[in-house]
């Protein structure tokens, strides 16, 4: 089995977190589920820097965005399936 280009920590997580450099448009990316040793394949609808995330289903504007099983911030734009999930559409509720 290949490495994989994202990791999922839960189940119960909204995006994954890309594990490798050089993500483009288009690519189709085999990601690691480690709660039950899973895989998940997506593919990337934008090109996705290292360490940046990837949305695992549609998120609607206002859902929970879920990483490594916490809270991390509200969707503020809907966002597709393997769509690049950063600051320009999860924000934090703290402000």
Same mark, same amino acid.
């Given at each position: /089995? #290949?490495?994989?280009?994202?990791? @999922? ?19 189709? &990316?085999?990601?690691? @589920? /480690? ?20 949305? &695992? #289903? ?17 969707? @503020? ?19």
């Amino acid at each position: /089995m #290949s490495a994989p280009q994202f990791i @999922v920590h839960d189940t119960a997580d909204t995006v994954g977190v890309i594990v490798v450099e050089g993500i483009k448009k288009g690519a189709e &990316l085999d990601g690691w @589920v /480690m709660e039950n040793d899973s895989r998940i394949k997506i593919t990337a609808l934008n090109d996705i820097p290292l360490g940046h995330k990837i949305a &695992l #289903s549609p998120i609607k504007d206002g859902d929970t965005i879920l990483k490594y099983g916490h809270d991390i911030g509200k969707c @503020v734009v809907d966002i597709e399936t393997g769509a690049h999930a950063h600051v320009q559409n999860i924000k934090t509720k703290k402000w």
